[in-house]
Nanobody, 124 residues
């Protein structure tokens, strides 16, 4: 089992930066693909970024490509999402998710564990 806890959200002006972190507990973290998703009010949860268990491969939604960077530190059991050039449309609750023993995917239903989320608000 994996427990996930996000942190680092907050209020930032458009053009600013934030770094989200997801702390994981559980022995299976290092063999799990990890993803970040977000959900804005009234909208469905959407894929943001994902990373393989080794950190050797990443994938991004087109809307964040070039602005967001996902990384992981298996020694510290953390997955980070560095966000730059933030836009008001990035405003959402951001969730990290773990997919046990498999490759990352954009499909949220294929992830096994979820954190509680952290709010990111970008003002114009």
């Amino acid at each position: 089992q994996v427990q996930l806890a996000e942190s680092g959200g907050g209020l930032v002006q458009a053009g600013g930066s934030l770094r989200l972190s997801c702390a994981a507990s559980g022995r299976t973290f290092t063999s799990s693909a990890m993803g970040w998703f977000r959900q804005a009010p009234g909208k469905e949860r959407e894929f943001v970024a994902a990373i393989t268990w080794s950190g050797g491969s990443t994938m991004y939604a087109d809307s964040v490509k070039g602005r967001f960077t996902i990384s992981r530190d298996n020694a510290r059991n953390t997955v980070d999402l560095q966000m730059i050039s933030l836009k008001p449309e990035d405003t959402a609750t951001y969730y990290c998710a773990a997919r046990l023993g498999s490759v990352p995917t954009v499909a949220s239903k294929r992830y096994d564990y979820w954190g509680q989320g952290t709010q990111v608000t970008v003002s114009s």
